[in-house]
C-alpha cells in the first residue's frame, strides 16, 4: 500500500522521485504528439487521459479500501483545483500540439516561479534562498537546452512561428501554479490517491461534456494514433497521481522546481523516440538544469 501523506521522506529521495515524475510527464507529451499526429485532437486527447486516470485511481481506493467520503467543504475545494487542471490540460495540449514539444514545455515551466510569487503574495510558503535562486538558473538552462534564440536570432519571426504556442503554455503554467499552491493550502491532508481521483474526474466530466456539446471529439485514424493515446493516457495517470502524492509531504514552493527537469527528459526522449538530435550547446543547457536542481537539493528547508 503506498505510503501515508503523513510518512517522513528524505529530500533527496524525493527530489530523484520527482525527476522521475518528471521523465513520466514528458513520456506523456511525446506520446500526445504522436497521436496528434496520427488523427487524434487535443479533446480527446485529454478525455481519454482523465477518464482513464480517474478509472485506474479508483480502482486502486476500491482495492485498498480507502474512504471515499470526504467533507462537503474539501469536496468543494477539490473540484475547484480539479476545473484549474482541467484548463492546465487542454492549455499545455493545445500548445503540444501547435508547437515542437520542447519548446511548449519550456514555456510551461514558468510555473514554479509564478507559484513562488503567488505563495509569497498570499502570505504562504516562502521559498528558501536555494530555490529562489535555483529557479532563474534553472530557467536559464532551458533555454539554452531548447534553443529559444535559433540560428538567425530573429525573435519577432520566431514569435511569428512559436506565438500561439507560447500563450498556450503560459496559460497552462499559471493555472498549474495555482493547482500547487491550493493543493498544498487545501488538500494537504487528503490521501494522494483520493485527490487524484477527485480531480481528474473533474477534468474527465467537464472535458466529455464540452466535447459532447460542440462535437469536437476526433480519434486517431490508425494504429499507432491509438496505441499513442493509450500511452499517454497512462504516462499522465501516473506521473499526475505520484506528484499529487509527492509534493504536498515535499513542499510545493521549495521543490516543485524539481519538475522542471521534464523539458531535458524530453530532449532525451525525442532523440531515441523521434530521432530529434541535441547539440552541444543544449547538452550545456540540460548540465545548468540539472546543476540548478542539485543546488535545490542541497538547499534546506
Same mark, same amino acid.
Given at each position: 500500500?503506498?505510503?501515508?501523506?503523513?510518512?517522513?521522506?528524505?529530500?533527496?529521495?524525493?527530489?530523484?522521485?520527482?525527476?522521475?515524475?518528471?521523465?513520466?510527464?514528458?513520456?506523456?507529451?511525446?506520446?500526445?504528439?504522436?497521436?496528434?499526429?496520427?488523427?487524434?485532437?487535443? &479533446?480527446?486527447?485529454?478525455?481519454? *487521459?482523465?477518464?482513464? &486516470?480517474?478509472? @485506474?485511481?479508483? =480502482?486502486?481506493?476500491?482495492? %485498498?479500501?480507502?474512504?471515499?467520503?470526504?467533507? *462537503? *467543504?474539501? @469536496?468543494?475545494?477539490?473540484?475547484?483545483? =480539479?476545473?484549474?487542471?482541467?484548463?492546465?490540460? %487542454?492549455?499545455? !495540449?493545445?500548445?503540444?500540439?501547435?508547437?515542437?514539444?520542447?519548446?511548449?514545455?519550456?514555456?510551461?515551466?514558468? !510555473?514554479?516561479?509564478?507559484?513562488?510569487?503567488?505563495?509569497?503574495?498570499?502570505?504562504?510558503?516562502?521559498?528558501?534562498?536555494?530555490?529562489?535562486?535555483?529557479?532563474? $538558473?534553472?530557467?536559464?538552462?532551458?533555454?539554452?537546452?531548447?534553443?529559444?534564440?535559433?540560428?538567425?536570432?530573429?525573435?519577432?519571426?520566431?514569435?511569428?512561428?512559436?506565438?500561439?504556442?507560447? /500563450?498556450?503554455?503560459?496559460?497552462?503554467?499559471?493555472?498549474?501554479?495555482?493547482?500547487?499552491?491550493?493543493?498544498?493550502?487545501?488538500?494537504?491532508?487528503?490521501?494522494?490517491?483520493?485527490?487524484?481521483?477527485?480531480?481528474?474526474?473533474?477534468?474527465?466530466? $467537464?472535458?466529455?461534456? %464540452?466535447?459532447?456539446?460542440?462535437?469536437?471529439?476526433?480519434?486517431?485514424?490508425?494504429?499507432? =494514433?491509438?496505441?499513442?493515446?493509450?500511452?499517454?493516457?497512462?504516462?499522465?495517470?501516473?506521473?499526475?497521481?505520484?506528484?499529487?502524492?509527492?509534493?504536498?509531504?515535499? =513542499?510545493? $514552493?521549495?521543490?516543485?522546481?524539481? /519538475?522542471? @527537469?521534464?523539458?531535458?527528459? /524530453?530532449?532525451?526522449?525525442?532523440? $531515441?523516440? /523521434?530521432?530529434?538530435?541535441?547539440?552541444?550547446?543544449?547538452?550545456?543547457?540540460?548540465?545548468?538544469?540539472?546543476?540548478?536542481?542539485?543546488?535545490?537539493?542541497?538547499?534546506?528547508?
Amino acid at each position: 500500500m503506498v505510503a501515508s501523506s503523513s510518512r517522513a521522506l528524505s529530500r533527496w529521495a524525493g527530489i530523484v522521485l520527482l525527476m522521475l515524475v518528471a521523465t513520466t510527464f514528458g513520456a506523456n507529451h511525446i506520446a500526445a504528439r504522436i497521436a496528434f499526429d496520427h488523427g487524434a485532437n487535443v &479533446t480527446t486527447g485529454v478525455a481519454f *487521459r482523465s477518464t482513464g &486516470t480517474a478509472l @485506474f485511481v479508483l =480502482g486502486l481506493l476500491l482495492f %485498498y479500501r480507502i474512504p471515499l467520503k470526504i467533507p *462537503r *467543504r474539501t @469536496f468543494g475545494h477539490a473540484v475547484f483545483i =480539479g476545473l484549474l487542471l482541467t484548463v492546465q490540460s %487542454y492549455c499545455l !495540449y493545445s500548445a503540444v500540439a501547435r508547437i515542437p514539444v520542447a519548446l511548449a514545455l519550456l514555456a510551461f515551466n514558468t !510555473y514554479p516561479m509564478l507559484l513562488s510569487l503567488l505563495s509569497w503574495a498570499a502570505g504562504g510558503e516562502r521559498p528558501a534562498r536555494r530555490a529562489l535562486a535555483a529557479m532563474p $538558473v534553472a530557467l536559464v538552462g532551458l533555454a539554452i537546452a531548447l534553443d529559444v534564440w535559433g540560428k538567425s536570432g530573429d525573435f519577432a519571426g520566431r514569435w511569428g512561428e512559436i506565438g500561439a504556442g507560447v /500563450l498556450w503554455a503560459t496559460g497552462a503554467a499559471v493555472s498549474f501554479a495555482a493547482v500547487l499552491f491550493l493543493t498544498t493550502k487545501w488538500l494537504h491532508d487528503m490521501d494522494g490517491r483520493l485527490r487524484s481521483f477527485l480531480t481528474t474526474s473533474v477534468i474527465a466530466v $467537464v472535458i466529455l461534456a %464540452y466535447g459532447a456539446a460542440t462535437g469536437d471529439f476526433r480519434v486517431a485514424t490508425d494504429a499507432t =494514433g491509438w496505441i499513442a493515446t493509450a500511452a499517454l493516457t497512462i504516462f499522465y495517470g501516473t506521473a499526475i497521481t505520484s506528484m499529487f502524492v509527492l509534493l504536498p509531504r515535499l =513542499g510545493a $514552493v521549495n521543490n516543485a522546481v524539481v /519538475l522542471n @527537469f521534464e523539458p531535458i527528459a /524530453l530532449l532525451g526522449l525525442g532523440w $531515441v523516440i /523521434l530521432d530529434q538530435k541535441v547539440a552541444p550547446i543544449q547538452i550545456v543547457g540540460a548540465f545548468i538544469v540539472v546543476g540548478a536542481i542539485m543546488v535545490l537539493g542541497l538547499g534546506r528547508k
